[in-house]
């Protein structure tokens, strides 16, 4: 079930530049900005392009289930360019390799610390490297299993069990690992579940509306609480 639309009013005084404590000077999100989904083109030799319909879908659901202003596409951008700071979603996925330089470890920890998202969603076979990866952003902040009290699984739907597993991969249950820095979660990584197949058209992957659905709602949930969440 949808939750109230309260929340609208947070997504906004988000976007107002007020922080709290952590400055955010790097951000170019503005209140008249349509907000998007950024793509992370990464290096490694993962494919960082794979399911292609899927964020227009996520946005699409966005808006309409929201009335939150977002743009029709996705931005493709990298660790190391201006457009990062366009954005206060990355999203990550793929089924290879992933390397970060120095310098986008650098930029990555930053971008997190002043307020932006990152959500890894492991397409099956980026596991072992972004786990390697986050890592080296976060060496003083382990990933941990998010509990199912947190607001990610329940700020727009309900989700008592946590995230939902959309395709088989190995068999194992799905489960949503994440980075906090202090109360606020800066990444979270979609392991065992494959998100973004359910986002993707339904003649893709012909998975059943049920699935889809579900993975459209941990969708909207996530990017809800990415430029709600209090920094």
Same mark, same amino acid.
């Given at each position: 079930m +949808?939750?109230?639309?309260v929340?609208?009013?947070?997504?906004g005084?988000?976007?107002?530049g007020?922080r709290?404590?952590?400055?955010?000077?790097d951000?170019?999100?503005s209140?008249?900005?349509l907000? !998007? %989904?950024a793509?992370?083109h990464?290096?490694g030799?993962g494919d960082?392009?794979a399911? &292609?319909?899927?964020?227009?879908?996520?946005? !699409?659901?966005i808006? !309409?289930?929201t009335?939150?202003?977002?743009? *029709?596409?996705?931005?493709?951008?990298?660790?190391?360019?201006?457009e #990062?700071w366009d954005?206060p979603?990355l999203?990550m996925?793929?089924?290879? =390799?992933?390397?970060f330089? *120095?310098a @986008?470890?650098?930029n990555?920890?930053?971008?997190? @610390?002043q307020?932006?998202?990152?959500?890894?969603d *492991?397409?099956?076979? +980026?596991n @072992?490297?972004?786990?390697? @990866?986050i890592?080296?952003?976060?060496?003083?902040h382990p +990933?941990?299993?998010v &509990? #199912?009290?947190?607001?990610i699984y329940?700020?727009?739907y309900d989700?008592p069990?946590? %995230?939902?597993?959309i395709?088989?991969?190995d068999?194992?249950?799905a489960?949503g690992?994440? %980075?906090?820095?202090?109360?606020?979660?800066?990444?979270?990584?979609?392991?065992?579940?494959? #998100?973004?197949d359910?986002w993707?058209?339904? *003649?893709?992957h012909?998975d059943p509306?049920?699935?889809r659905e579900?993975a459209?709602? +941990?969708?909207? =949930?996530?990017?809800?609480?990415?430029v709600?969440?209090?920094?």
């Amino acid at each position: 079930m +949808m939750r109230s639309a309260v929340w609208l009013g947070v997504v906004g005084l988000a976007l107002t530049g007020q922080r709290g404590t952590v400055p955010r000077s790097d951000f170019r999100v503005s209140r008249s900005s349509l907000l !998007t %989904i950024a793509r992370l083109h990464y290096d490694g030799g993962g494919d960082w392009y794979a399911n &292609p319909s899927s964020l227009p879908n996520l946005l !699409t659901a966005i808006r !309409t289930r929201t009335g939150l202003a977002v743009a *029709d596409r996705e931005r493709v951008v990298t660790l190391t360019g201006p457009e #990062l700071w366009d954005v206060p979603y990355l999203y990550m996925t793929g089924h290879g =390799n992933v390397h970060f330089s *120095d310098a @986008e470890l650098k930029n990555l920890r930053r971008y997190l @610390e002043q307020g932006g998202f990152l959500h890894a969603d *492991d397409c099956y076979g +980026m596991n @072992e490297s972004f786990r390697r @990866e986050i890592a080296r952003v976060f060496p003083d902040h382990p +990933m941990v299993e998010v &509990p #199912l009290s947190h607001p990610i699984y329940h700020l727009v739907y309900d989700f008592p069990k946590g %995230i939902p597993k959309i395709h088989y991969h190995d068999g194992l249950p799905a489960q949503g690992f994440g %980075i906090f820095l202090g109360d606020r979660l800066v990444v979270y990584y979609s392991y065992q579940s494959d #998100l973004g197949d359910g986002w993707e058209d339904p *003649d893709v992957h012909h998975d059943p509306p049920e699935l889809r659905e579900a993975a459209l709602r +941990m969708g909207v =949930n996530l990017f809800t609480y990415a430029v709600s969440a209090k920094r």
